[in-house]
């Protein structure tokens, strides 16, 4: 009889599940690189690719404003001009502003929640390479000269076939259609990673404030890109078939394309700020090195250490002190407070420098403190006596 087999130890299996995973989602030299689903790799392309069409986009922007410069210029005809006035409109929107947020999200998420890498890294593969092919067909058509003419925003009936003959708006709505696929794919990889592949222990109120904007901007964009891909769908079902979706002499309604735009558009405009405003949120306290102002998860409460507490207020003394006949006050050493926003820490900064008002509340608001085992048996009675839940650490 053949003996029990011996399991290997849990790091010689973690490592083994490693190699594994690296084996199938590494990327490979040469041509193999275009195949690569690692978010890293990932986000650095959307990053380039997005500031590559910023410049183009930018050149568009200066050749606008060398005709407007002068009265009556010859600079661009009037057809050029529409159409380099859309694409950059277009390109500065779709192509630069959505995708740059999209890539820091694409790049930094991952590592800030602790995982490998995406739920399901060949989709973000799938949303990079949707993303290139529509801004690529977006900017050939302006070389090509059949560049989209009706402005970026493509309101109907201008851009419906009786006003609008040739193929240009059918290059907008095939290019852009590619760009809102591909940030909804990401949008839902992102939503998905977040809320299933953090870090154990991770929980969702112990998440860093970066990860609950990027969360919120992806569900934003799960909700306002579907009606512009379904505009974009009609609009081309109408001018490809004849179908009078947008036609308002044969039942259509030309506002239906506008409200359908704008349940995107004003989306938008959060879907950018968002993610800057996750990166100043996430920069700011470190370097002036305080918490940010109303999210202090669990993990940031225990890292608040004072030695004094003081119940009830009326006034503050120069030396920090309470100035209150009804005060109590608890010698706590190196005591770690939970849910400070009804917390006082207030500390006697000649005997402990650094230490200063955090926070002022009401007698009896103190909820709960959590002390080390200790602690003076003396203390736990007083807070206990006066409301306050004792906990030992």
Known sequence: MSGPVEQPPQGARALQLHRQLDKIWATGPGWQRLAAVNHSVIGMRMFITSFTFFLIAGVLGMLTRVQLATPHSAFLDAETYNQVFTVHGSMMLFLFAIPMVESFAVYLTPKILGTRDFAFPRLTAYGYWCYLFGGTILTVSL????????????????????????????????????????????????????????????????????AWYILVTAMMMIVAFPPLILGSILLEIERAFGLPFFDPTRGGDSLLWQHLFWLFGHPDVYI?????????????????????????????????????????????RPDGRVMDSTMIEVPVKRAMIKAADQVVLLADRTKFPGHGVARVCEPGELSMVVTEPGADEATRTQLTEAGVQVVLA
């Not at 040739?166 to 907008?172: A, E, P």
């Open 143 to 210: 070389i090509a000269g059949v560049a989209p003419n009706g402005g970026w925003f493509m309101y109907t009936p201008l851009s419906s076939r009786p006003f609008a003959p040739g193929l240009n708006s059918d290059v907008w709505l095939l290019g852009i259609t590619f760009v809102e696929i591909s940030a909804l794919s990401l949008a839902m990889e992102i939503t998905v990673s977040i809320l299933k592949m953090r870090a154990p222990g991770m929980s969702l109120d112990r998440m860093p404030i970066f």
């Open 272 to 316: 950018i700020f968002l993610p800057m405003a996750a990166v100043l949120s996430t920069i700011i306290p470190v370097f002036a090195n305080r918490s940010l102002v109303g999210y202090l998860t669990e993990e940031s409460l225990r890292q608040i250490h004072v030695d004094w507490l003081f119940l009830g207020t009326s006034g503050v």
